[in-house]
């Protein structure tokens, strides 16, 4: 089992070559990889409570997925692989004179569609509410401005007035 430091003599041919290309500088050569793998191996101690600051969703201010949620969707998410592939390693082993028992893989479209459907209204409903948020914002902004629009022409309209009167 070898040790996580550097050799001995590694250091000494380490430290020739290094004042054979740089002989003005002196170099010397340190092992450091004692301090990174301490590093490495401690736990990090502040990952709870930084959950606990950015665990709502900045977006919609509701709680976003816990971690360990987030793992174990990740573990159980399915990937459907393109069944072309499959057919054509099957023709190709036909072909050499191997008969294979055919597997039907058969392939529920229309849960597939359900499921990317509702997908698809969940991302249109957010959306909305999205746009919603914007247009109020925007509608507060023009009515904004109309005021000062107002009241910019008022001030000319008394700034007429008293360069007439004078």
């Known amino acids: 089992m070898a040790k996580q430091n550097f050799k001995g003599d590694f250091l000494v041919k380490l430290e020739s070559m290094l004042n054979e290309k740089f002989a003005s500088y002196a170099l010397k050569a340190y092992p450091h990889i004692d301090s990174k793998t301490k590093i490495v191996r401690n736990a990090f101690s502040y990952f709870d409570e930084l959950d606990k600051v950015f665990d709502p969703d900045r977006a919609i201010g509701v709680a976003s997925k816990k971690f360990e949620e987030a793992v174990t969707d990740l573990q159980n998410e399915t990937i459907e692989l393109d069944k072309d592939e499959e057919d054509d390693e099957d ?76």
């Open 91 to 166: 023709e190709e082993e036909e072909g050499k004179g191997k008969k294979k028992a055919s597997h039907c893989a058969i392939v529920d479209l229309t849960s597939s569609f359900n499921h990317v459907f509702s997908n698809l209204i969940t991302f249109i409903n957010d959306m909305n509410s999205h746009l919603s948020t914007i247009t109020s914002a925007l509608r507060i902004t023009q009515q904004h401005e109309q005021e000062l629009m107002n009241c910019e022409m008022k001030l000319d309209d008394l700034k007429k007035g008293l360069f007439m009167k004078r």
